[in-house]
């Protein structure tokens, strides 16, 4: 997503911050191929979001079950319709930047691998997207 950072700061003069934080044990059995390509969409989705200067931050972490892989972005978050239609196929805020399909792919992604898509978000003060999958060999 680097690439998309580098082009969105240059096109629209932006300063936008990405830090990431996980630790190298964190392991999930899946399709890296496609886990790869959802946590790129939730990247690219806040990297879009921001209108000025922003902050993304990745974080990923584990509960008794679970990894949790969090996008933070500062963005100007989404009203409670958006946030109740993002998931849905064909859905987009970004007219025809968008195809609608990213968040919708990565809910599919997520329950395809045994996990679940959340996603909360205020007005003014950004999104919260966090990709929750079971940890390798646990029961889901």
Do not use: W
């Not at 931050?57 to 949790?68: D, L, R």
């Not at 993002?86 to 195809?99: E, H, L, P, Q």
């Amino acid at each position: 997503a680097r690439i998309q950072l580098a082009q969105r700061e240059v096109e629209d003069n932006l300063n936008i911050s990405l830090s990431a934080d996980a630790s190298d044990h964190l392991m999930v059995l899946g399709n890296a191929a496609e886990l790869r390509q959802a946590l790129l969409n939730v990247l690219i989705n806040a990297i879009d979001a921001l209108c000025k200067d922003g902050i993304i931050t990745v974080k990923a972490h584990e509960t008794a079950h679970h990894i949790i892989i969090d996008v933070q972005d500062n963005g100007p978050g989404m009203t409670e319709e958006v946030l109740h239609q993002c998931r849905d196929a064909y859905f987009t805020t970004k007219g025809d930047r968008g195809s609608g399909l990213g968040l919708a792919m990565v809910a599919n992604t997520c329950k395809d691998h045994g996990g679940q898509l959340l996603i909360s978000s205020k007005e003014s003060l950004g999104t919260l997207i966090s990709i929750q999958l079971p940890k390798s060999g646990a029961l889901t």
